[in-house]
């Protein structure tokens, strides 16, 4: 769709549509818009929206379910007694705090329909979905609505067998979604076994990646099963934004989500493809709708058209706000430490924390996954030297074992920032 076009879409759906309606029906948006000293009616145009319009944030929506018994934080937009509203109620990870209930309305394929296409599925295929917390009728309606028939199974490494029984059995096409500990299981389970990935899970034609990032190794060994990677991030809690074939930054769909990239610590745009705080106002969502969310992702974005043909906007994924630590004036973002901690033999795996009680820091503290093998003081003082090499920052390195801090997490994510 060309851009201009785009642009007026957004106008008509946002001013015409999905922001009366939010101020009309959820409280914790009409309580923050009046705070403010503004209504929709005033707001006609982005400059307008960018210059008046009030943010919300997690800790808005925690605080308002905390004070008002509200489950949904304030942002419900329709009447609970009424039938066939809700198709499902998930929650997120909660790896950044308590798991937020997520009331969902939809009844058919989502936009993940496109990138399912993307990626190589077709009608008559067999999908595999191993979801984590989103589940729901969403992905799975949305499998079917291409005409595949999906193969349920847990996210979780319990559940490889079946997965490398399935994958050889009915050659699924597409695969929803791979994580940082799934590749560990399944390297263990091939180590145990003397399983080849590469020829068990030869049919898939592409695979999502979503939860957290991975890390360099992580990705050579998935690339070594030959499975073609596609990466998945969040568009701050309103949608998602996935890797087309060209693998250059993550596609949001314009025609479900309104997105800026803003300073941080402040409220100015920053230029494109410069790193900001994701900001985002969904298009469509009736039920839940979040405004001017503040979402603490960092990512660059870009409008500018993609190699592969779309005028959709790109970001890339650098990390969350809320995860830096400084460190005698240095910043450190976790996906700064994958690349050193994976070059270390006994602690390949990527599996860390940084122990972070405040932003700024004396002193970093990793927490780090470790085989077992080897002397414990040399394989500290080896990853720490390969993080001083690569961050500038000596740290303190604690090592544990790997299901120290897989038990931690959801099955397809450890907290990688945590207070002690």
């Not at 706000?321 to 910043?331: A, N, T, Y």
């Amino acid at each position: 769709m060309p851009r201009a076009e785009l642009d007026a879409l957004q106008a008509e759906k946002l001013f015409g549509d999905l922001l009366p309606w939010a101020y009309d029906r959820s409280r914790l948006i009409r309580d923050t818009w009046d705070a403010a000293g503004v209504t929709p009616d005033e707001i006609t145009t982005f400059a307008e929206f960018r210059a008046r319009a009030p943010f919300i944030d997690k800790n808005a929506i925690r605080r308002f379910r905390k004070e008002h018994s509200d489950p949904y934080g304030g942002l419900l937009c329709v009447e609970l007694d009424t039938p066939g509203v809700f198709s499902a109620v998930f929650s997120t990870s909660g790896t950044t705090g308590e798991p937020t209930p997520a009331p969902y309305a939809g009844r058919g394929p989502s936009m993940l329909t496109r990138e399912f296409w993307e990626i190589g599925s077709r009608p008559g295929d067999y999908f595999t979905h191993m979801l984590f917390t989103f589940r729901g009728p969403g992905i799975h309606d949305t499998i079917r609505g291409i005409g595949a028939t999906p193969i349920f199974l847990d996210h979780h490494p319990g559940d490889v067998a079946q997965l490398v029984r399935f994958s050889r059995e009915l050659r699924p096409t597409g695969w929803y979604t791979l994580s940082g500990p799934l590749i560990l299981a399944i390297e263990s389970h091939a180590a145990e076994t003397g399983l080849d990935p590469a020829e068990a899970f030869a049919s898939y034609r592409g695979v999502v990646c979503a939860g957290e990032p991975l890390g360099r190794r992580a990705r050579q060994v998935v690339d070594g099963w030959g499975l073609e990677l596609f990466v998945q991030t969040a568009v701050g809690d309103v949608g998602a934004a996935t890797e087309c074939r060209g693998h250059d930054g993550c596609h949001f769909w314009e025609d479900t989500a309104f997105v800026e990239v803003l300073d941080p610590d402040g409220t100015d745009a920053v230029p494109d493809g410069e790193p900001g705080e994701l900001v985002s106002t969904t298009l469509i969502d009736k039920v839940a709708p979040l405004v001017r969310y503040r979402s603490d992702d960092l990512v660059r974005m870009t409008r500018a058209p993609c190699a592969c043909g779309r005028t959709h906007g790109r970001v890339w994924p650098l990390g969350r706000k809320g995860d830096e630590v400084v460190v005698d004036g240095r910043s450190v973002l976790p996906a700064e430490l994958f690349a050193p901690i994976e070059s270390v033999p006994t602690t390949k795996a990527g599996l860390f924390q940084v122990i972070r009680p405040a932003r700024n820091l004396d002193r970093l503290r990793l927490r780090v996954g470790w085989t077992g093998e080897g002397a414990r003081a040399a394989v500290a003082d080896q990853v720490a030297d390969a993080v001083a090499a690569a961050v500038g920052v000596a740290p303190e390195v604690e090592l544990v074992t790997y299901d120290a801090l897989l038990r931690q997490g959801p099955p397809h994510k450890i907290p990688r920032v945590v207070k002690e």
